[in-house]
């Protein structure tokens, strides 16, 4: 059986955390490198939040929107 965890203990340690190690020791030299992937999920939730934004103003200008207190069944 202690065979058995030390082999799960392996597969996690020397290879599904592979990529997080590299990242690791790279922060120690470039640090905007190290953090490409942050940049990257930054920018696609920025996009995500303007278009978001932006069809909220499509369905305001069509008169659509229900801002009301009664909007929701469950709060009237």
Same mark, same amino acid.
């Given at each position: ?12 340690? %020397?290879?599904?955390? #592979? ?12 640090? =905007? ?5 942050? =940049? ?11 278009? #978001? ?9 069509n008169n659509?929107?229900? %801002? ?9």
């Open positions: 059986m202690k065979a058995f965890f030390e082999a799960i203990q392996s597969l996690f340690v %020397d290879f599904l955390f #592979w990529p997080y190690d590299v990242l690791r020791e790279l922060e120690l030299t470039d640090w =905007w490198t190290a953090n490409f992937i942050n =940049w990257i999920l930054i920018v696609v939730c920025c996009v995500a939040m303007l278009y #978001w934004l932006k069809q909220l103003n499509v369905f305001k200008k659509e929107d229900e %801002d009301g207190t009664t909007a929701h069944s469950f709060l009237g």
